[in-house]
């Protein structure tokens, strides 16, 4: 497999972007870290950049002269409109506009499941269900998926718009053995769209393998890439441990979980 030239790895302080960092190292001659925060022990082919994904004109510094883009800075929980606004709103208009200016990279734009979380978990979606986002950085999240979409129609900016489950080293509950996502099954998924010779700019569902899961991913099979791992491991743990709750609680009704009971945040 060919490498790529300069991947910008972005939110590269936090949880996914600094599992990104390690399981990303080969994949690019050249690996460019960006976040507020800096990072630490830079190996010999990495570059880190502060940036504000609020700031255009830092942004269109930081894109220059990559040729791909794995996008997971930005805010990745609910918090406060002006929190969201300026990571995921401006951020995102930032970032799509850095990339039409210096060279139109391929994007891995790091969506989310709250983009549609307030669909029931009896419902089963594919790529082409209508949003239906369970908050504020839910609706955030779609605004990014809709804006990536224009960037490729109008320009022809690839870009893979994944609704990422639940991404952690195991399920932490009964609600993420439907939603729970790999760290090896991520970054897999980052590698073969940055890899196969068309991506477009599909809707992909960040799941591993599980028998209760909502979402279909058939209509990206072109991407080659099947989930080796499976959140089943755990179900009977999970299912011991954690007592089943009310058939109407959020976290059992809505595939959004307890985000669709969450408050609008005022700071």
Not at 163 to 171: A, E, K, M, N, V
Request: aromatic fraction near 10%; proline fraction near 4%; glycine fraction near 10%.
């Amino acid at each position: 497999m060919a490498k790529l030239k300069r991947l910008l790895i972005t939110g590269a302080a936090g949880a996914l972007g600094s599992q990104a960092r390690r399981h990303l190292a080969g994949l690019a001659e050249e690996i460019r870290l960006s976040d507020l925060v800096a990072v630490d022990g830079l190996a010999a082919n990495e570059e880190f950049v502060a940036a504000d994904l609020g700031d255009a004109t830092a942004l269109r510094d930081l894109v220059d002269g990559c040729d791909a883009v794995a996008h997971f800075g930005g805010v990745s929980t609910e918090k406060s409109f002006d929190l969201i606004e300026r990571g995921n709103i401006r951020g995102v208009y930032n970032l799509y506009e850095a990339a039409r200016v210096t060279g139109r990279p391929r994007i891995f734009l790091a969506s989310s499941n709250h983009a549609i979380g307030f669909y029931r978990t009896d419902e089963r979606l594919d790529a082409f269900a209508a949003p239906m986002a369970d908050g504020l950085y839910g609706a955030s999240k779609v605004y990014g998926e809709q804006l990536a979409l224009v960037y490729w129609k109008k320009f022809g900016i690839e870009t893979a718009r994944v609704r990422i489950g639940s991404c952690f080293p195991r399920p932490r509950n009964r609600r993420m053995l439907s939603t729970w996502l790999s760290y090896r099954d991520l970054f897999a998924l980052v590698e073969r769209c940055f890899i196969v010779p068309r991506l477009g700019c599909p809707v992909i569902y960040g799941v591993s393998q599980t028998r209760s899961g909502w979402w279909d991913n058939s209509h990206v099979a072109y991407l080659g890439w099947e989930p080796q791992d499976t959140s089943e491991v755990w179900r009977a743990e999970l299912e011991a441990s954690e007592p089943q709750g009310a058939v109407d609680a959020p976290d059992a009704l809505y595939q959004g979980g307890m985000f669709t009971a969450e408050p609008i945040h005022q700071e």
